[in-house]
């Protein structure tokens, strides 16, 4: 059973706020991503790393921020919300690059 | 470009009624693809990987097989519980190994 948690799970803000949402595993994966997801979508890849100190973005354009300062923790922020922002983030690991993604339950992101 | 393609978008069937999901991929060097189940307001669980044209994967209900250009999850005499959304997702080959999503299937099974 993957150990991925994400918090808050639910978040309504207004423009130009600083947010930041919060993914942990206790798996000890090297590998972490961040997903935007849209109802009735496809995920979205928009942050990736590989390892402490490795970020890199994904295919989906997107103004926020990542970090990877410790394994288990990799954190997205964004600077100022608008409401374009609003969606469902979704955080995942793997143990590698070639081995299933284990997936968070998200933070809905509504931003007013 | 990789691309995913799931039918149909939504399918309800009585409960027992067993039927399959199609997933259609292109991919240019497949390293694996992925079958995730995601129920409303959760994240995917991981339900099977396939490597290989040919190989099949079971789990309770479900069965998940390959071919070079598609996949199937077969789920015979399914009940209510199984409704959810099933995704797929398939990785290619290549320094970034990337992974694509397809939209997914909404299932429902009435008692």
């Known amino acids: 059973e993957a150990d991925i948690y994400q918090t808050p799970r639910y978040l309504v803000i207004g423009t130009g706020k600083k947010i930041t949402l919060e993914c942990s595993q206790t798996m000890g994966h090297d590998k972490m991503y961040w997903y935007q997801q849209d109802p009735g979508m496809e995920l979205h890849l928009i942050h990736y790393s590989y390892g402490v100190n490795s970020t890199e973005k994904g295919d989906l354009s997107s103004e926020s921020t990542v970090s990877r300062i410790r394994t288990e923790h990799f954190p997205l922020t964004l600077e100022s919300a608008r409401p374009s922002h609003t969606s469902q983030y979704l955080c995942?690991?793997?143990?590698?690059?070639?081995?299933?993604?284990?997936f968070g339950d998200g933070t809905r992101l509504s931003i007013l | 470009e990789d691309q995913v393609t799931q039918s149909p978008e939504a399918l309800r069937l009585q409960e027992g009624e067993s039927s399959s999901l199609n997933c259609s991929y292109t991919v240019s060097g497949l390293r694996g693809l992925f079958w995730y189940r995601q129920d409303p307001g959760k994240g995917p669980e991981f339900l099977f990987t396939l490597y290989s044209a040919g190989e099949e994967k079971e789990k309770e209900r479900l069965k998940a097989t390959l071919t070079k250009k598609e996949s199937f999850l077969h789920i015979t005499a399914p009940k209510p519980e199984d409704s959810a959304t099933y995704l797929c997702a398939v990785q290619a080959g290549g320094g970034y190994q990337k992974v694509t999503f397809g939209t997914g299937t909404k299932l429902q099974v009435i008692p």
């Open positions: 995942a690991s793997s143990e590698s690059g070639s081995q299933p993604q284990h």
